[in-house]
């Protein structure tokens, strides 16, 4: 077994720890099967009740996973020296240990890049040691594919729900300035430090993603968990095939509550598996206005946030610390 690259170890005092607990998996996560007749159902009863679920059958080819997957173990595996060449993050491009401007840090290193083709870092592209342009294709298949799925999700969502146009949600992530980006997270294999802890070290903390959807997939490797309404943190047992979900900040505002966007973390795995993830977050224009939708509010609803657009929610977010309440400041107090 290779073991890949690891941060440096100077920073595990700055890294928080969580009580280790047991690594049974949790088994009431939905599985959907985009082609059960049920799915759209299956689907929105998933955001209400856990805001994540995960999904078969979703038409990704695993191929374009796999090629992409080594392209990213490849990086990670070079040494610290050349990969700083793609950073610091600005905010795209490497980054390790420090998550975001405020403080947070974690047992990860990643390399975040928009979407957009014409905000890629050429520093992230240069520090490839083979043709960068090649990576960037492997990217591109990747975010499209994954990209046509949450679309997919997205209009099915608004088939239940009765909502029209039917692309009302997915509109948001296929416009041309939609300001979705694309993440890769690596957390390398840390049983020395565990052991001298006798904790779980965080991999990356608590929070909520503030876009529409986000499209998760990672290696084999366990440690992603998710927080249940009542607050109890479940383990999701790992699936290198599938995709899990999340529901996001902007569509628990556009269903006025009604979906929830989840709470979730990782934790460092303690054996000397590395775990690899690719997120795609969907994200809308900058200019877009997030409300409650008028066709989802039954007569006498109150919406339950002001009106903002993504541009304002999305520099209120990255303002905090990953485990607050970023919503908080846009929820509508009585009387409003």
């Known amino acids: 077994m290779v073991v890949l690259s690891q941060p440096a170890v ?12 047991a690594t049974t ?61 793609a950073g610091p993050p600005n905010p795209f491009g490497y980054g390790s240990k420090r998550i975001g401007p405020n403080g947070d840090v974690g047992w990860v290193e990643y390399l975040l890049f928009s979407t957009n083709p014409e905000l890629i870092s050429q520093s992230s592209l240069s520090s490839f040691s083979r043709n960068p342009q090649v990576f960037w294709s492997l990217v591109n298949n990747y975010v499209s594919a994954v990209r046509n799925l949450a679309c997919e999700v997205l209009e099915m969502i608004a088939d239940e729900l009765k909502i029209k146009p039917r692309n009302t949600f997915s509109r948001l992530l296929k416009d041309e300035k939609s300001d979705s980006c694309f993440r890769l997270n690596h957390y390398p294999p840390c049983p020395e430090l565990q052991a001298l802890s006798g904790r779980n070290l965080i991999g990356f ?3 909520t993603d503030p876009q529409v959807i986000s499209v998760v997939r990672s290696n084999n490797t366990s440690g992603l968990q998710i927080s249940l309404k009542d607050g109890t943190w479940v383990s999701v047992p790992p699936d290198q095939y599938s995709f899990f979900i999340n529901v996001d900040d902007s569509l628990q505002v556009m269903t006025n509550g009604r979906f929830r966007s989840v709470r979730h973390r990782v934790l460092a795995d303690e054996s000397l598996k590395s775990r690899v993830s690719m997120i795609y977050f969907g994200g ?14 039954e007569e006498g609803e109150e919406s339950l946030y002001k009106e903002f657009t993504w541009c304002e929610y999305k520099k209120s977010a990255y303002k905090t610390r990953l485990g607050e309440n970023r919503l908080g400041l846009f929820e509508k107090t009585a009387g409003q």
């Open 10 to 21: 100077d920073s595990f005092s700055f890294i928080k720890t969580v009580k280790k607990q």
């Open 25 to 85: 998996h949790f088994t009431g996560i939905p599985v959907i099967d985009l082609f059960d007749p049920c799915a759209k159902t299956l689907i929105v009863e998933a955001c209400q009740e856990f805001g994540f679920f995960k999904v078969v059958n979703h038409g990704v080819p695993m191929e374009v996973v796999s090629r992409l997957e080594t392209e990213a173990v490849n990086f990670f595996k070079l040494s610290q020296a050349e990969k700083d060449k």
């Open 205 to 207: 903390g608590e929070h």
């Open 284 to 297: 809308p224009p900058l200019s877009e206005k997030i409300a409650p939708l008028s066709s989802l509010m």
